[in-house]
């Protein structure tokens, strides 16, 4: 049984090898709490970032306005960082949180009412 005669098989077994690297390279954001009330707290941990790496914050707030934050701290040994925001602008918030090394990207979304 060789590859040749079967195109199809070897396509399934390449996607399955490069899929995990694929899934790996990118962060996860977990927004706590997801809906907040205008002035309190919002919680971002992120993870998947290489140990001691610096991160870059970029937020799309309702009516076209943006921002960016640089935290000061690095990720922790396990490449997790918690990042706190105060929710200013009642609607719908999207942040998108790159490792400034490994340019690896996340994106997450919170509600203000």
Do not use: D
């Amino acid at each position: 049984m060789s590859l040749k005669k079967f195109p199809l098989l070897a396509a399934v077994v390449c996607a399955l090898v490069l899929a995990p690297a694929a899934l790996a390279a990118s962060l996860t954001i977990k927004t706590t709490p997801t809906r907040v009330k205008l002035g309190h707290s919002v919680e971002m941990l992120i993870s998947g970032l290489k140990p001691g790496e610096k991160v870059k914050g970029h937020e799309v707030a309702p009516f076209g306005q943006t921002r960016n934050i640089y935290p000061s701290r690095r990720a922790n040994g396990a490449g997790q960082i918690l990042v706190t925001v105060k929710a200013q602008i009642k609607g719908k918030h999207t942040w998108t949180c790159t490792g400034r090394t490994s340019h690896r990207k996340g994106t997450t979304v919170y509600y203000v009412k």
